[in-house]
């Protein structure tokens, strides 16, 4: 043996994990591109005039032990006191077989939206289950596949009724019931659109007229606990053409009549207390139900029935692109995602209880509560509600301040509500030792405890006996079949594998950066020390996640090259409407409101000018050029036209069209120098950050994607966040909230958004350091230009920066093939399914075009498998351009092929092997699609969005 020394320290090898390809394969990439080192080519792409700006420092990252072990320390400085501060948020059991199939496993986590419904059909179907779910439990005949929170929830509600409403009256009544944040979302987005919003006690509209208001919202029960029976109410306010929206806790509704039988139009909430952590505030799927007749309005995604093409029945998103891609500016929401990772777990919390487990728990809920209100009452306090659920609101005997500082002792937090009543809520996870510590709490010294099993004895329920439920809910087998662990598993599994996620294979979508979700990023967001922590706890409980915001923060700024950010949008689409909300006070600030025109350019993503008209801005188009780059000179003479008006440019870049424009510093400063500032939209962050820095070449306030940039996983199409940078002269205008030093100007429900998945984006940047986040911008660069170099003999790259090459993306123009051969970009998405993987981005931003995005984390393995994929559909298409295929009945036209129709015989004019065999290594690891191509068309004309019966499927 030798004597060679041993390393007693560690190497940080996460980046060679989170990284693709081997340094020998690295060469191969850049000899392919025409480059002898990634500086060079690096140095091709990047424009002179950006080029230094980067303000990363190259640091080393952390090795993934020594990384967890950091934020470990980070999590122990939150307390867990249990919380009775309700508000919308409560503490719940995650069923571990939910934990554990579903949260923690990456074939839910890592998929994609479900845009290809052909390898989507199970998630799809966890989608429908919810939609059902919540249709069910609030009477509505249509839900949506969730929205972001309650709060923004209720303030789509506000503007659907703005929309819809047969009153064009001015004002929207909003319940002072409600819970405070959601009124604080609806005072924020009301504003830049001039609605008028009036907060009430709904009680003293008895004796006035509704024609003031187009449309009212009430919570059910009140935030305060009360029940109220709304039904006189709704039918007073439709009598005048107004609509109703009723926020609704859908626990409660398996015991209380639901808002769809007392007429409301609109029912909103949130599913978080069915089987998804606190978080701190997110992420948690909300709900929006309304009428079949306005379902074509409302905001969100959508889950339909449709069929295949061999009639078999098959889901698929229904209208999903109704909104921001074809109506833009026109469009009525600027959402265009959901939070379906949690959608998933609420609908399968329920699959899991079924009907009479979510009543039983409801009703023992109901039960601790009611004995818990009897024994504060022997000890001497008022409740004031004669009629709860869960929650009630208490006039202390003794002051508020002793009370607080008892239940502190006791590590308990009660709600606050003002100084002489605080609130108290109850929930799955409470025992009669619960109930029983907060007797200790309001005891006056000495006084002697209430007996539990005596009132136990003794209390009945203290629902509303008019508004009990009659109607039977979740009927549907799917909710009454897999009560058992074992069926739930099997269950899981089976939807899983009907999909394509990140766990199979390379999903190389441009636009939307389908990067590794490593578990070392993703362990702790289970960990109790973020998970079970209330949003609204005091300050003191939540030093972990304050040095955590702190620090990641920080890491954002150093990255983006701003100086400051937050981190309360809870998606990108927030995200661009909180930077926007900043300019336009900025504006105001200045003594210029008047500024409100909002240059887009032609190419940008369908959410900046929804975003813009939700902003209160005019929107102006700004033309492309050939090369897909903004036209400066029509960007010029738009500027100098709107001069006094201009307020914003709205800006991607690298541009939408997968290119680092050259101009970009001289569009930056025509902007200025016409008194606007510079939205630059960060959707494509992941092609800059070490490399160069919007904040330093021009941009005034950008949003990240941290679902795509920093690797928080697409989980289905959510969660996602959306913080954002800015310069510091728009730092005093970045979104506030009753819970932080800045009280104003909330754009969500909680003061940080979707807390409890930000230790993914710090883990990934501490392991990375900046040293491994260069290089992932370099390798994300490398292989995208590696595939576009591999495939531009076959398929046309319809735009390149000035040296021929692309940023992280590239355009695959597939147009000229429909002219000579009749196969569509369809037809090929369609057909890469067969070969095992997941289309890139379908005529986007251009029709009839694939943009391809490999990301850092593919190697090089896969990057080829993907490019022989792509060649050998090109070889298809030349033989049916030849006449050797047929131009009707060939592998393109009727992809996917399913293993079932492989029985039996075969109608086609070419071979079996050729249809699912296309190349020999897929006989290695075969994905089977469930079913075959998805007819769009007969979905959206026959649109179903519920748990349709099974017979439907049996008989197909």
Request: charged share 20%.
């Amino acid at each position: 043996m030798t004597n060679a020394p041993v390393a007693l320290t560690t190497d940080n090898a996460f980046i060679a994990r989170h990284i693709g390809p081997r340094e020998h394969d690295i060469e191969a990439m850049l000899a392919l591109t025409g480059h002898d080192t990634l500086d060079a080519l690096i140095d091709s792409v990047i424009p002179d005039s950006i080029k230094g700006t980067s303000v990363l420092a190259p640091s080393k990252g952390q090795g993934e032990a020594e990384a967890l072990a950091a934020l470990k320390a980070i999590a122990a400085k939150n307390q867990l006191f249990r919380n009775h501060i309700g508000q919308g948020y409560y503490p719940c059991h995650t069923p571990t077989p939910i934990l554990r199939n579903l949260l923690e496993n990456p074939a839910w986590y890592t998929a994609y939206t479900p845009y290809q419904p052909e390898i989507s059909q199970g998630r799809l179907e966890a989608l429908l289950n919810f939609q059902t779910l919540v249709s069910d439990l609030t009477g509505m005949q249509i839900a949506n596949a969730s929205l972001l929170d309650e709060a923004t929830a209720a303030a789509e509600a506000m503007t659907f009724c703005k929309r819809l409403a047969k009153s064009k009256a001015p004002a929207f009544f909003a319940s002072r019931h409600c819970h405070p944040q959601t009124l604080d979302v609806l005072r924020t987005r009301a504003q830049p659109l001039g609605i008028e919003v009036v907060i009430g006690d709904e009680a003293a509209l008895q004796g006035q007229s509704l024609e003031p208001y187009f449309g009212l919202l009430l919570q059910y029960p009140a935030s305060t606990g009360a029940i109220a029976d709304h039904r006189s109410l709704v039918a007073r306010a439709h009598a005048v053409g107004a609509l109703v929206a009723v926020s609704a806790d859908l626990l409660a509704l398996t015991l209380l009549t639901p808002p769809g039988e007392f007429d409301a139009d609109v029912v909103l909430g949130s599913a978080q207390r069915f089987g998804v952590p606190l978080g701190f505030g997110g992420p948690h799927a909300a709900y929006f139900a309304t009428r079949d007749a306005f379902k074509r309005d409302m905001p969100g995604r959508l889950v339909g029935v449709s069929i295949d093409r061999f009639g078999k029945p098959a889901l698929r998103l229904a209208m999903q692109t109704r909104e921001q891609h074809i109506r833009r500016e026109k469009a009525t929401s600027n959402i265009c995602t959901a939070q379906v990772l949690l959608a998933n777990i609420a609908s399968m919390y329920a699959v899991y209880h079924g009907p009479a487990g979510l009543a039983q728990i409801a009703r023992r809920v109901h039960r601790l509560t009611a004995i818990l209100v009897q024994g504060l009452q022997q000890l001497g306090h008022l409740v004031e509600q004669a009629h709860f659920f869960d929650t009630v609101s208490v006039v202390t005997a003794q002051p508020v301040a002793e009370v607080l500082a008892a239940a502190h002792g006791a590590q308990l937090n009660l709600r606050l509500i003002d100084q002489t009543r605080v609130g108290l809520s109850l929930d799955e996870t409470c025992e009669q030792a619960s109930v029983e510590a907060l007797w200790q709490v309001f005891a006056a010294p000495g006084q002697a405890l209430p007996d539990f099993a005596a009132l136990a004895a003794d209390s009945g329920d203290r629902l509303p006996a008019q508004l009990l439920r009659e109607t039977a809910f979740l009927q549907h087998p799917v909710f009454n079949r897999y009560h058992s662990e074992t069926a739930l598993m099997r269950y899981l599994r089976s939807l899983a594998d009907k999909d394509l996620a990140l766990d199979r294979t390379m999903i190389a979508l441009g636009s939307c950066t389908m990067k590794l979700n490593a578990a070392s990023e993703m362990i702790p967001i289970t960990w109790p020390e973020f998970g079970n922590l209330h949003p609204f706890a005091p300050a003191e409980q939540s030093l972990g996640y304050r040095q955590l915001t702190d620090e990641l923060q920080a890491m954002l700024c150093e990255a983006t090259g701003y100086d400051a950010m937050s981190l309360q949008p809870n998606a990108g689409s927030q995200g661009e409407y909180a930077g926007l909300l900043a300019i336009r006070a900025y504006h105001a600030s200045r003594g210029e409101a008047g500024r409100d025109v909002c240059l887009i350019p032609s190419s940008a993503h369908g959410t900046n000018p929804a975003t813009a008209q939700m902003a209160g801005m005019r929107v102006v188009v700004v033309n492309c050029d050939e090369r897909g780059n903004v036209d400066v000179a029509d960007l010029q003479a738009k500027a100098e036209q709107h001069r006094d008006q201009l307020a914003a440019l709205m800006i991607t870049y690298p541009s939408t069209h997968g290119v680092f424009e050259a101009g970009i510093t001289r569009i930056c400063d025509i902007i200025h120098a016409h008194g606007g500032q510079v939205y630059l939209d960060g959707a494509n962050m992941n092609a800059m950050v070490g490399l160069c820095a919007p904040g330093k070449f021009g941009g005034d306030v950008s949003h990240l994607n941290l679902h795509k940039t920093f690797c928080i996983p697409h989980g289905g199409g959510g969660p996602g966040v959306g913080p954002i940078g800015v310069k510091a002269h728009l730092a005093p205008f970045l979104p506030g909230h009753a819970h932080m030093a800045h009280k104003e100007g909330a754009v969500c429900a909680a003061p940080y958004g979707s807390a409890s998945i930000l230790p993914i984006t710090w883990m990934y940047i501490r392991m990375m350091g900046g040293e491994g986040l260069k290089r992932a911008s370099q390798l994300a660069i490398l292989s995208a230009n590696y595939i576009a170099r591999r495939l531009e003999e076959h398929y046309p790259v319809l735009y390149t920066g000035e040296n021929g090459l692309v940023a992280h993306e590239c355009i695959l123009d597939l147009r000229p093939l429909k002219d000579s051969s009749g196969i569509s970009v369809e037809d090929v998405a369609k057909r890469l399914i067969d070969f095992g993987f997941h289309a890139p981005t379908m005529s986007f931003p251009v029709a009839g075009t694939l943009m391809v995005e490999p990301t850092e984390s593919e190697s090089k393995e896969e990057l080829d498998r993907f490019c022989e994929a792509m060649i050998c559909i090109r070889e298809e298409i030349r033989a049916v351009e030849n006449g050797t295929l047929d131009k009707l009945d060939n592998p393109l036209k009727n992809a996917p092929h399913t293993a079932s129709e492989l029985v039996g015989e075969w109608p086609h004019r070419y071979a079996r092997e050729l249809a699912v065999y296309p190349l020999p290594a897929l006989r290695d690891n075969k994905y089977w699609p469930p079913v075959g191509r998805v007819d769009n068309v007969y979905g959206d004309r026959n649109l179903a969005c519920a748990c349709p019966p099974l017979s439907l499927y049996q008989d197909a």
